[in-house]
């Protein structure tokens, strides 16, 4: 990675840092903005990258972390934040499809720091599916959880019930299982274009 793309990825980072804060001061000076649980995650997730380097000892690469970041920003700041999960049609199913997919650079990197990259490609692929799943899970336990303390609407149970849980899960589930079984088939070209191989011991 060039000194100027880690620049850039330092400067998109804080960037999406300082919007939050933003949401943050607005969410405490204007009750009726009641989006704490995206200021929340707005304010976590943009350190995922930084919490995968230091605890499974590998890098993503430039393409992975842009890629990553412009994900954030539409789910967060324009789903959450700006209300396009209810104003845009089909908005939060498209999001959802794709967290399933960036999710599998997550489980690879487990299965690299594992030693486990090297096992049945079957075993690797009910893995990853697995637990791309188990994320999306614990997202919907984050917005439950938000709705239930914070008195919010992030699971859309007050007009839609349990649907759009159940959805959010199906396109997490078909979107994981799509990259499956794309990067089954084509692990060292999609590994070498978003991923820098797991950094060996000095």
Not at 17 to 37: C, Q, R, S
Not at 106 to 116: E, R, T
Not at 126 to 152: A, M, V
Request: aromatic share 16%.
């Amino acid at each position: 990675m060039t000194k100027m793309q880690r620049i850039l990825l330092v400067l998109v980072q804080a960037t999406l840092i300082v919007l939050a804060l933003i949401l943050l001061i607005i969410v405490i000076v204007d009750p009726e903005y009641n989006k704490i649980g995206g200021v929340i995650a707005s304010l976590t997730l943009p350190f995922l990258p930084n919490i995968i380097r230091r605890v499974l000892a590998a890098e993503l690469s430039f393409r992975l972390q842009i890629t990553y970041f412009i994900f954030l920003f539409a789910a967060l700041f324009l789903g959450i934040n700006f209300d396009f999960y209810r104003t845009v049609p089909h908005f939060d199913k498209v999001i959802h499809f794709f967290s399933g997919m960036i999710s599998i650079a997550v489980a690879w990197f487990v299965l690299k720091f594992f030693k486990a990259d090297k096992t049945s490609k079957p075993f690797q692929a009910i893995f990853i599916i697995c637990f791309c799943i188990t994320l999306s899970i614990i997202w919907e336990f984050f917005e439950f959880t938000c709705d239930k303390l914070l008195g919010q609407n992030m699971q859309q149970l007050i007009s839609e019930g349990v649907d759009d849980t159940m959805f959010d899960l199906l396109f997490a589930l078909i979107g994981t299982s799509v990259g499956t079984i794309l990067f089954m088939r084509y692990t060292r070209q999609i590994e070498s274009f978003f991923l820098i191989p797991h950094r060996k011991p000095k």
